[in-house]
T-cell receptor, first 107, second 113 residues
Framework: GESVGLHLPTLSVQEGDNSIINCAYSNSASDYFIWYKQESGKGPQFIIDIRSNMDKRQGQRVTVLLNKTVKHLSLQIAATQPGDSAVYFCAGRALTFGSGTRLQVQP | DAGVIQSPRHEVTEMGQEVTLRCKPISGHNSLFWYRQTMMRGLELLIYFNNNVPIDDSGMPEDRFSAKMPNASFSTLKIQPSEPRDSAVYFC???????????FGPGTRLTVL
């Protein structure tokens, strides 16, 4: 089966700094991953995805890196803003979600 | 588009009572998912439907839980009888079949006393 988890339950950063949220997975055959953002009182919202044939994918202020060797992926948020404060989940194709990392942006 | 619609947004009930949660997926989406979120267990997939047919219900915790999708625009998740440990936020999500991006509703916060 597929297990997806996150490294840190909470990450605190200063406004304007870059944030890096990490995620590990167990199944080396996993071929697709999604990052979701969940704001307080709301459902998860799609941010960015990546397929296993890629090492990196960029969106608007966000970059996802995939390291298949160590079965690790990360979400990087550039110039973190207060509106980025949320819980971030990585998920695999098997619809398994990690426990989430809460990103707190300090003004 | 209004997005995924869930009702009620909040539900407080007593142990033993029947609870019915409702979901209207995004029009045109043919896959629908029910999730449960708690602090202890995070976000768990309960069941998902494709073209109104249940595909995988292995996440349904026990027989007290049942889900139906009578048509493409409506689904229910029923708990009977409810127990305090069922207290959680229940999310419904929808997507196009084969698409991996799911669109989540705002959730129903269930409290069973």
């Amino acid at each position: 089966g597929e297990s997806v988890g996150l490294h840190l339950p909470t990450l605190s950063v200063q406004e304007g700094d870059n944030s890096i949220i990490n995620c590990a997975y167990s199944n080396s055959a996993s071929d697709y991953f999604i990052w979701y953002k969940q704001e307080s009182g709301k459902g998860p919202q799609f941010i960015i995805d990546i397929r296993s044939n890629m090492d990196k994918r960029q969106g608007q202020r966000v970059t996802v890196l995939l390291n298949k060797t160590v079965k690790h992926l990360s979400l990087q948020i550039a110039a973190t803003q207060p509106g980025d404060s949320a819980v971030y989940f990585c998920a695999g194709r098997a619809l398994t979600f990690g426990s989430g990392t809460r990103l707190q942006v300090q003004p | 588009d209004a997005g995924v619609i869930q009702s009620p947004r909040h539900e407080v009930t007593e142990m033993g009572q029947e609870v019915t949660l409702r979901c209207k997926p995004i029009s045109g989406h043919n896959s629908l998912f029910w999730y449960r979120q708690t602090m202890m267990r995070g976000l768990e997939l309960l069941i998902y439907f494709n073209n109104n047919v249940p595909i995988d219900d292995s996440g349904m915790p026990e027989d007290r839980f049942s889900a139906k999708m009578p048509n493409a625009s409506f689904s229910t998740l029923k708990i009977q009888p409810s127990e305090p440990r069922d207290s959680a936020v229940y999310f419904c999500a929808s997507s196009f079949t084969g698409a991996n991006t799911q669109y989540f509703g705002p959730g129903t916060r269930l409290t069973v006393l």
